[in-house]
């Protein structure tokens, strides 16, 4: 079965129009901004979670201030810039970088670092490996975890 890339489906970066220019809306920078990311990101679970629930209005009144930094950092954008903008435009770039940077942490960072950390992780009393393909829950079919490194030269023996 051959898969999509992501890229193709989801882009690295958007567009936004607004009355008085373009925005264009990039994944985060790990370097540089990861205190803010750090400070941030996690006061957006809630957030999707009332989305999800249809509670949109109590959503985005408690995540207001995360939403405008992390679209700020994502818009390479001031505050000043951001609030500026109509209600429509301001929306469509906090939409601009839920997308982009969705792509970003899912699909191309958290399988990267996984592994990484799989292949650089002895295996633990009992076979299982240290760390779990952290991608497993973002996938629609659950996935094997792969194989810890064989830590001799002798195949494995079985019984």
Not at 99 to 105: G, M, R, T
Not at 119 to 145: E, I, K, N, R, W
């Amino acid at each position: 079965m051959s898969q999509t890339p992501v890229s193709s489906v989801i882009p690295v970066k958007r567009e936004v129009a607004t009355a008085t220019g373009v925005i264009t809306v990039r994944p985060f920078r790990l370097f540089g901004e990861m205190e803010q990311l750090n400070t941030w990101l996690p006061k957006l679970g809630p957030f999707f979670a009332q989305l999800k629930a249809g509670d949109y209005w109590p959503a985005l009144q408690q995540a207001s201030e995360a939403c405008m930094h992390l679209a700020m950092l994502s818009a390479r954008v001031d505050r000043t810039q951001l609030e500026a903008l109509e209600a429509e435009e301001q929306l469509a770039v906090l939409v601009a970088m839920v997308e982009v940077n969705l792509d970003f942490f899912v699909h191309r960072l958290t399988p990267q670092i996984t592994g990484m950390l799989v292949s650089l992780t002895p295996a633990v009393p009992g076979g299982a490996p240290v760390f779990q393909d952290m991608t497993a829950s973002a996938q629609a079919t659950p996935t094997t975890a792969p194989e810890a490194p064989a830590t001799s030269g002798q195949p494995p023996q079985t019984h």
